[in-house]
């Protein structure tokens, strides 16, 4: 495991230029599953204003470490932290500081892309109205497919119905994508590259895993290395 610093900034500082500490901590992390061991004695920090991308090879444990930072699963061994506090202690507010996008939709096929976003939305703590939902969805190159069943919709609209959510998830201060880029043609990723700098610069964080080449290198971020 190797984590890298690449940014040209102040590591203490976020990009106002006001100091910050870690808000995201992984404090000696350990995952077993299947009694394989993925990973262990795991420790890194996020602070605002920083993606971490998750980089290795199919089964490292990419998804199950995004797990563990999104409290879906439990660690092994160690702790994850959320602005100092183990994430056990405060199920109702970390709710509402995540946003968690999996690397399937997870739509409802019966279900229109704004039923969908309302229902995710709401379940995910941060209930929308639906004139919101619906510029959200226009915002995702989904304008005239709004009420159209998601059964319908190609791979890639269903991949932006759901990422449509983090348009309207501007007060989650922690982002967190698996393989966000599958299924995205060059406009769309060129949208989702402009929703994480925006994301980055109000002060927020962002851990995704991507096989694809991302357009953020220039942003203050971290790789890790599994």
Request: proline share 5%; with cysteine.
């Amino acid at each position: 495991m190797r984590i890298s610093r690449h940014t040209g900034e102040n590591p203490d500082a976020s990009p106002r230029g006001l100091p910050v500490s870690a808000a995201l901590a992984l404090n000696g992390v350990a995952c077993v599953r299947g009694g394989r061991t993925l990973f262990s004695g795991l420790n890194l920090q996020l602070p605002g204003g920083r993606l971490l991308r998750v980089a290795g090879a199919n089964g490292a444990g990419k998804t199950s470490l995004l797990r563990l930072v999104c409290g879906l699963l439990s660690p092994t061994e160690g702790q994850v932290l959320w602005r100092g506090q183990p994430l056990a202690t405060q199920r109702e507010q970390w709710g509402r500081d995540l946003v968690y996008v999996g690397h399937a939709a997870a739509l409802k096929d019966d279900l229109s892309p704004l039923d969908n976003l309302l229902t995710a939305c709401t379940l995910g703590g941060q209930p929308a109205d639906q004139v919101s939902a619906l510029q959200a969805l226009a915002d995702a190159g989904l304008r005239g497919f709004e009420r159209t069943p998601a059964r319908r919709l190609s791979q890639g609209q269903h991949r932006r119905c759901g990422l449509a959510r983090l348009v309207l998830a501007r007060t989650a201060p922690l982002w967190v994508l698996d393989e966000p880029f599958n299924a995205l043609d060059t406009a769309a990723t060129t949208w989702l590259e402009g929703l994480i700098r925006a994301q980055l610069l109000r002060g927020g964080s962002v851990v995704l895993t991507s096989h694809q080449g991302v357009a953020l290198d220039d942003t203050p971020h971290q790789v890790f290395n599994l």
